[in-house]
């Protein structure tokens, strides 16, 4: 299985963030298990790679401009659906989604293989876009980004991003409405072809009956017509059925779910307000109610803490819970709630007098046999606690990237006081989770207990520098954020 290619500079590294969240995304659509899917992936992701440098570095047409292309993210989910069509040919089609399968194997998949002028329409459209312009519709319409984000992200002026996204629309429309008059179509379509364009251009006009009919038989026109309606909110749909392929609706669904896990219901708010997009009422209705939900909250933590006092012990032992139930590492990505997950142990699983026996005899940083952190109760506070009377030797930063129904994706940023020659990163997780792949360093994992150990191109770390990389992983009921922390057999702190 190949390794992820290695970026080639700053901005390319930042692309394959973005773009590999992408990849998984539909990886995970097109296989029937997550080692499958993170294994279909990689290899896509790199056969994508190759793809995408060969067109940019390719000749020079005569008009001065490179060969057409999709951008990189549809380029690449496109090399997801062929490495999968390789699979089936391979004899490896047992790792493949069984629809997925069918679909490879009928008619449906030729299209996107076969001569262009039969190609989806949204496909060839999109295409003979420029690059940025086609970056821009793909990210605003399908990824779903908020559009001053998109903006940002390809170096536009968030103020004008909305015109110039209308533009776009109007521009793919044009190639579009073009492409289907090139198309070749039986007499019935072609004489439907002009008055189809006259009746997606208005949001009031109705189409007349015979039309509809035809569109309702005709799978080439039902696209053409998708392709050319910009009001209605079908643009989308169009774009990820005519571009992807196969689990086209169900990519765009996932992504739009995972946009709003990735920016929260209030963080994008800030963005959309400076330019005046009517979600502010939304949002607003969206605190509301989660403010309503906090208090009923507060009032049954109340009730209960109430109802427990006169079984319980002093305050000073309610005080000690408190302080144990904090987590080490912060989750930089609120997950939404889950369905029904396990219930998580208690946080005080020692008794009382424990406490005060630590205290009095206080671990030596030397001597980790003291304390097994690898059964350390749910709860209980990260072992840089015998850091924090001193300087720690490095700090770490956890970041949860994307998350879906069996898997996430992390990264992991450690911030070392001291040069390195060579470096090994240790966790334990709380809830079963398991590493099957990791980029920029090799893995292992005893239970709950996992290391990595740095690459040979980033061993060496100066004094002060960071040291960074990035995994796949499964979960079940609870994804919890990861503790225990070390870098070299030292404890790290937390990031601020």
Known sequence: MPDLPTPQDAAEAALFSECWDAVLAYADLCTSGST??????????AHGTR???????????????????????????????????????????????????????????ARYTGPPLTRPLAL????????ADAELLWLAEVEALPLPVAARRLGLDPATAADELQQVRTLFRDRCHRNHLDTPMDAQCRSYARLLDAVTRSSAADAPGDLSRHLATCVQCAEA?????????????????????????AY???????????????????????????????????VARSGLLVAAVLVSVLALGVS?????????????????????????????????????????????DNATEDTSKPEKPGKPEGRNRHTEPQGTSSPTEDDESEDPTCRVEYDLVNQWPDGFQATVTVTSSKALDSWRVSWSFRDGQYVGQMWDASVSQEGSRVTATAADYNKSVPAGGDLAFGFLASWHGKNSPPYDFTLNGQGCAKSS
């Open 124 to 131: 060839r459209g999109l295409r003979d876009l420029q690059q």
């Open 308 to 352: 427990m006092m006169p079984f319980g012990g002093s305050g000073d032992d309610l005080g000690a819970r408190g302080d144990a139930g904090r987590q080490p590492v912060a989750d930089p990505n609120p997950e939404p709630p889950l369905p029904s997950g396990p219930t998580l142990p208690p946080a005080t699983s020692k008794p009382a």
């Open 225 to 249: 017509a998708a392709c050319l309606r910009l009001h209605g909110g079908g643009l989308p749909g169009a774009l990820a059925g005519g571009v992807i392929g196969w689990g086209g609706l």
């Open 36 to 45: 499958a899917a993170a294994q279909l992936g990689r290899e896509a992701f």
């Open 51 to 109: 793809e995408a440098r060969a067109a940019e570095t390719g000749p020079v047409r005569s008009a001065g401009r490179r060969a057409a292309r999709l951008p990189r993210i549809p380029l690449l989910l496109t090399a997801v659906r062929t490495t999968a069509a390789a699979w089936e040919e391979e004899g490896q089609g047992h790792k493949l989604d069984p629809d997925l399968r069918l679909w490879l194997n009928s008619d449906k998949a």
């Open 252 to 286: 765009l669904e996932r992504r739009r779910r995972a946009a709003e896990v990735r920016l929260g219901a209030g963080r994008p708010g800030r963005a959309d307000k400076a330019t005046g997009e009517p979600e502010d009422g939304e949002q607003k209705a969206r």
